[in-house]
């Protein structure tokens, strides 16, 4: 219990940075007009303050399918000390997984953290390498890897790129609210073709499947304003992607928001803030921490609208009993005109209090 | 020898005392033989444990050879009994951790006496009342006659001027209650010791020069038996 | 029918003898309590520490497997990664442990760094509710405190703690107080690894690594595989014995203690013994006349046996009572230690041991029924018609028992002292001691009759009087003389060690301090004298020449305390201030030369001549031994070679300590000012002159040895209790008696006065027993236990006017309590007793 607490106040720290007061020339600041390389930004960022890698998908086996969860942070909790021990906390890597299955009816997930250094825990640069003990995720010759040992589940999965990068923002300079600083350098992979095995509790099998992978680094994101955000990220099953989010002020209105859609044959079209918006369709109480999540919710983009249901209502990752944050991340299923068209993942985070220290 | 004039003693304190006996008049000459007899309760071992300076009287006097009892404090009541007077004991009263030779010796140790004289008189004691052969027993292993008979020695050893004796036959058989008595008596005669026996025993009462009755209170002089 | 009439019995016996005998009745039970407090007040405090020592070894590594140290100065931080990418290790913790010299102010703090995020995989617990200021402590300077280290230097959150390194200070802000939860008892302070690298100049330095190994990994083969695969001088042991490891230091300490208690609960189980044995003698009549009755005698043991388990129950809940309370106070005014300082830092709360807590209870009701069961035996066995009559005790008195046990447990203590210790513990030398304790007691009775025997015959009355009664019953005299003896031997024997022990630290100090000033950066790891300080030292204008010192700890064997290192400055024809007790014989082949103490003599049976393999600096290097000296500070054993040679090995140029030989003419205080002026430090070094040093050593013994002094008195008490008891059960038998010698003359004054001298000659009859007995027991302590314990050697000698005055004011209390004790029987009823037949 106590081990979560500590662990989901670090998460919290790193969703939410601007809570540390920082000085501008601590960290590099993200500026519009940097142009994403790839694949050399697809390794570690060490200037700026967060860094993640972030993948969700459906995985197809025997049984029923399942929805996964990897995320990799890196985070520097404070400016350089310039202490020359081997041991100094320059960097820290957090890492974090789940599994949703619907029989199970709530999600498996496993957390580790641990400060980067002596080949134990590392965010390498200039190639997608993240390790922290024996949570691997890494980049082979056609192919990313991912390796997630966990005591309830444990993932070992292969990426195959199936589609270009899709950059986020202005090619890439994602804001996140009406201060240009507060922004993110944000590439994201879909339609990822997935292979590999997955165990669950003791069942091992093989599964195959599409995911998305985030890439966001920032030294700045969430405005004093924001308590959280809202996001989904969709391979639809004609070969399109949409990712949407909205950061939500204190009391529950809209405080900024972007979306982005792409074609199966490529044609990109972002949507600014004034663009977006959601409605609640239905809301779910969680029973353990009593937030009030918006399981079902349709998102208006300029003249079409999307309707996103999580694939089942629980899928919190449970804190309750911490004083950081609680998450709503889990499978949902993107439709349109009560047609299914996808499916990918919904994030939901801050509502149990301002994510926080 | 011993003179006692109007000698009272009340029992208890306060609303519950109860006169055991008032204005008794007692006097033994040196040599005298005197039985002292009345029932239980009538204050006789009192009136013994009075003249032996162990008690003391409400009011009257006591006077042995020419010294008044009542006016010494314990050390030299103490004092006055372990030159003056001797004991002989119903229980016969040995120390039981000492020999029969040191039972009968400890007069003699209590007043000083130096070592030779006082081996020689314990022997001589001894050769008296026939327990010459067991100077190094222990009291436990002497038969009733014996014990008091080395009680009698002991009450002797140290030529007191009064023998005090209470009961002295209570405990033995009549063989042995008359070989005491005649011990006793002899022992009386030779020294020129007064003696004051107290007892029930008519038998005991009737070897006395004189009886006297102790009884609701008053001292009489009574008929031999 | 039977357990009615057993009841009634009882009712009848019992409980009459009990209330005609209220004062004896009250002395029986307070001995047993006073026996059964004394063992629970020590045994509680000895187990608080060990409990204490433990839960705070435990609430810092929590549930890891496998415990990797080293050596004090730490090892290298390389071994890291390479434990924790082992498949069978789950978790890697890295652990900096420093010994942390507070500036300004007097005393050390552990400061323990370690990486939060293993840490608290380990121990989720730690930090509690400060586990929020997590991130800021992953900044440079700043720490932790737990709760009782706040208390204990009275600071607080936001305050800052400055600490010394080298001769410097560094100034560390407190971001938290630990909350004063069930795992941190004790006051240290936490770091973040790499802050406390940083902070105490140990870059690359680790002290430990706490490792969790895979449910899966098999402990004791993944333990060995790991222990074989580390460098030099470091050992891996499971986490269970690391705490045990740690306590092995004190152990011999902590038995030693034990046994003390342990003879104090004898020493009152004796008494009670005496006293009910007394008691069941003085109501032999009784029981005669119940045989006569047709009373079995197998109902009489069981009665008294069962009053003697009554008694004893009584007493030893009250005595348990009394000593958890003393436990309390104990601890916390002197500490878990009782102020040894074996658990300097460790803040300790009286915890309850149920299993000793019930042994010690058995023992004490046990010891009780015993003293029922024999004498009632005995009187068993009596025909009644001989026990019915008057003065039959006296026959029980008088005999005595056979001398033939005695003797043999005597012989047979001195064939104990020849054999070895038994696991580091010299179980056969309290053996010894116990055989020879209770040979003498057995022989006691023969032992007054020899003695009184010899005495003269007084002509005062009292005396002859008294002398005759102790002559008479040797039987009584010696029952009545047990706890005395007990005690009484005890404490001399306790005095002579200690005497021996201090007078022999004396001259040892003497020889090991021959310098003119002594300069220290402090006992802790943090504080060193560091070569530009032993530059300017040299400089100095008054200081002739200088010799270093660099100190530290060794792990030469797991489940073995760690083995102190000293290099020092020497030369090796003349090595200076070492008290060898062997010849000293350098190596011919010109290898390094080591000399060892006792104490590594005997644990590592090592000699002259012979070679060592050292794990200095992370390698290995061979020393030959060269001599053995004797070493009063280090129990686990200490080696000792030329500094040249370490630095050679280490590259490690600091020192703990300088040994300064000052110009002739140069004043020490005048120079130690010049020292510190040309070092420009104050507090930061201690400039000590031998004189004040010596000083300084023996307060500690003495502090060290204070709490056996109360145990000394205490047990005295009880021995005095023994004669008090003793006197008091006889003056009710013997009221008749002095009712006679009243008749017969005797005053009052001189009845007491013969009471008096009887409990004088008793306690002088004790006294001069246990000189005899206490001495052949201190030979003990000295030869056999204190060697088999501390693996020191000491030369006996013997406190000779403590040991008079005790003696004589034992004779005075003795005569002293018996005259008390008479004092209700000699009433005026004593008249009246003349005329009972029983």
Known sequence: ?357 | MLIVRKLSKSLGSGQSTRALFADVDLDIAAGEFVALIGESGSGKSTLLNLIAGLDTPDSGTIEIAGTQLTQLDDGQRSAFRRTHLGFIFQAFHLLPYLSVADNVALPLVLIGCARSEREQRVAQALRDVDLHGMPDAKPHQLSGGEMQRAAIARALIHRPRLILADEPTGNLDADNANLALDLLRQCVAREDTACLLVTHSTAAARRADRVCALGSGQLRAAQRP | MMTSTFLALARMLVHGSWRQNRARLALSISAIALGVALGTTVHLVNYSAVAEFDSAVRSLSGDAHVQVSGPRSGFDEALYPELANRVEVAVASPVLEIEAKLAQRQGNLKVVGMDPFRALALQPALLGEAGEQLLELLRPNTIMLSHAAAQKLALAKGDVLRVQVGLNVRALEIIAILPAGETLRQPLALMDIAAAQWTFDQLGRLSRLDLRLRPEAPVAATLESIHCALPAGLIAVEAEQASAQGLAMSRAYRVNLNMLALVSLFTGAVLVFSTQTLSALRRRTHFSLLRALGVSSRMLVALLTGEGILLGAIGTSLGLGLGIFSAHLAIGYAGSDLGAGFFAGVVARASIDPVGLAIIACCGIAASALGGFVPALEAGRAAPAAGLRAGDEQRALETLPSLKPGLVLLLAGGVLTLLPAVDGLPMFGYAAIAAVLVGALMLMPAYVRAALAWLPRFQFASAWLGLQQLRGSPGYAGISLAAILVSFSLVVSMLIMIQSFRLSLDDWLAQVLPADLYARAGSSTSAWIDHKAQAALASAASVARVGYSRFDKLQLEPGRPAVTLIARDLIPDQPDALPLVSPQRLPADGATPAWISEAMHALYRLDVGDRLVLPVGGSRIEVTVAGIWRDYVRQGGTVLIPRDVYIRLTGDTRANEAWIWLRPGAAPDAASNEIRTALDVGAEIEIRQPGTLRELSLQAFDRTFAVTYALQVAALIIGLFGISVGTSAQAFARRREFGVLHHLGMSMRELRNTVALEGGVLGALGAFAGLAVGSIMSLVLVHVINRQSFHWSMELHVPWLPLTTLSLLLVFCAALTAALSIRSALGDDIIRAVKEDW
């Open chain 1, 1 to 357: 219990m106590n081990r979560r607490t500590w662990l989901q106040s670090l998460l919290g720290t790193v969703l939410a940075p601007v809570s540390l007061p920082t000085h501008a020339t601590d960290f590099e600041p993200v500026v519009p007009g940097r142009a994403i390389e790839l694949p050399q930004d697809e390794g570690s960022h060490p200037r700026f303050r967060t860094e993640w890698w972030y993948i969700t998908g459906w995985l197809e086996r025997d049984a029923s399918p399942i929805g996964f969860q990897i995320t990799f942070f890196r985070t520097r909790p404070h400016p350089d000390s310039g202490n020359p021990s081997r041991f100094n906390p320059r960097d820290l890597i957090i890492a974090h997984a789940a599994v949703s299955e619907r029989e199970h009816g709530r999600l498996r997930h496993a957390q580790k953290v641990a400060r980067a250094g002596f080949g134990l825990a590392y965010a390498e640069e200039k190639r997608m390498n993240v390790r922290l003990d024996d949570w691997h995720l890494t980049t082979g010759d056609s192919f990313y890897a991912a390796r997630i040992p966990g005591d309830d589940f444990a993932l070992d999965l292969r990426f195959r790129r199936t589609q270009p990068p899709l950059l986020q923002g202005e090619n890439g300079y994602s804001r996140k609210g009406p201060r240009p600083s507060s922004a993110s350098y944000y590439y994201s992979l879909p339609h990822l073709a997935v292979a590999g095995t997955a165990r669950i509790g003791k069942q091992e099998s093989p599964v195959r499947g599409e995911a998305w992978l985030d890439h966001e680094w920032s030294s700045e994101i969430m405005e004093p304003e924001a308590v959280g955000w809202d996001w989904i990220g969709i391979n639809l099953d004609d070969g399109a992607a949409l990712m949407a989010f909205r950061m939500r002020a204190k009391d529950g209105s809209q405080h900024w928001a972007a979306a982005t859609y792409r074609t199966a044959s490529g044609e990109r079209r972002t949507f600014g803030e004034k663009e977006v918006s959601w409605t609640v369709k239905r809301r779910w109480r969680s029973p353990r921490t009593g937030a009030d999540y918006p399981v079902a919710v349709r998102i208006h983009m300029g003249s079409t609208s999307f309707d996103v249901d999580a694939w089942f209502d629980d899928q919190e990752a449970d804190t309750r009993l911490t004083t950081g944050a609680v998450y709503w991340e889990g499978a949902a299923i993107l439709s349109r005109d009560g047609r299914r068209v996808g499916r990918g993942y919904l994030e939901m985070t801050g509502y149990v209090g301002r994510l926080r220290m």
